[in-house]
């Protein structure tokens, strides 16, 4: 495996693999990775010959209270995860690399209709960021595959509506959430939890699981449904961000007929904000 950090460098590279006629898969990240982040990377290489993993911690993507220089940088691990896990070849930028004129003079990138509503709401700007430098991603490498996890469910619904309307050739492959034991999504969040926050976490995906089940049941007073959820993180020590029932293709607020529904929970366990999904089929 080897890492490189310029984008000439990593073109020089993929050049040569193409050449060979091997398809480039590519499986964006901030670092710090997870069993979760492994996953991707084994499902690309499974879909490409060469799997390339971008590690860079976007700035544009983090509100100005968000934690941008707190966020954990662990290139050293992070290469041994990956080429444990059978990685080609890592591209970790640095900011000058990606914005070498700076934010304020950077082309930006916006998904209507998607990026509203939910975490697009709560962290105005964030989708842009995250649209932005995918998009970039993609032009850097020219991957055929990419792949994303369905934990972030929002983004991933943004980053298919950006490849359908800019006609992007890559395919987007989702990956199902990887969880702990007691059902805590894998993120690189988590470490910011204390030990007694950590005991309540598991909280988030249980209240998903029983309003799924109350779903399935046939409910579709979804307000009050949302108001059960919201009650429940509550009481548990949660503050919630918001719990929303919507269209599993629009993100919209879910309607009676609607047969295939996700749960879409963000929450703050002390300074920690969690996020999580469900789908449900009706």
């Known amino acids: 495996m080897r890492t490189v950090n310029s984008l000439k460098e990593l073109r020089t590279i993929l050049r040569g693999y193409r050449r060979e006629g091997k398809t480039i898969g590519l499986v964006p990240t901030m670092g710090n990775l997870h069993e979760g982040h492994i996953s991707l990377v084994r499902k690309a290489s499974e879909a490409a010959d060469v799997v390339v993993t971008s590690i860079f911690v976007n700035p544009m993507q983090f509100g100005a209270s968000e934690d941008l220089d707190t966020y954990p940088r662990t290139l050293d691990e992070d290469q041994r995860q990956l080429e444990a896990a059978g990685n080609t070849l890592v591209f970790a930028p640095g900011v000058e690399e990606i914005y070498p004129n700076g934010l ?28 932005t430098v995918v998009t970039m991603l993609f032009n850097m490498v020219q991957p055929d595959i990419a792949v994303f996890g369905e934990k972030d469910f929002q983004q991933l619904a943004v980053i298919r509506k950006l490849v ?23 993120s690189s969040r988590n470490g910011y939890l204390t030990d007694d926050e950590r005991a309540i976490a598991p909280v988030v995906y249980q209240t998903l699981q029983e309003s799924a089940r109350k779903l399935s049941e046939g409910r579709t007073d979804f307000s009050a449904l949302e108001q059960e959820a919201n009650d429940a993180l509550a009481a548990a020590g949660l503050r919630p961000d918001y ?13 009676p007929e609607d047969t295939e529904l996700t749960i879409l929970v963000a929450a703050f366990l002390g300074t920690t904000r969690l996020i999580d999904n469900l789908s449900v089929t009706r």
């Open 243 to 255: 719990f929303n029932i919507v269209n599993s293709v629009t993100l919209k607020p879910a309607m």
């Open 104 to 131: 304020v003079q950077q082309t930006k990138v916006i998904v209507p209709e998607v990026s509203d509503g939910h975490c697009g709401a709560s962290r105005p700007g964030h989708f842009e960021g995250v649209a």
């Open 164 to 186: 359908r309307d800019l006609m992007i050739p890559v395919e987007v492959i989702g990956a199902p959430t990887i969880r702990e034991d007691d059902g805590l999504a894998k």
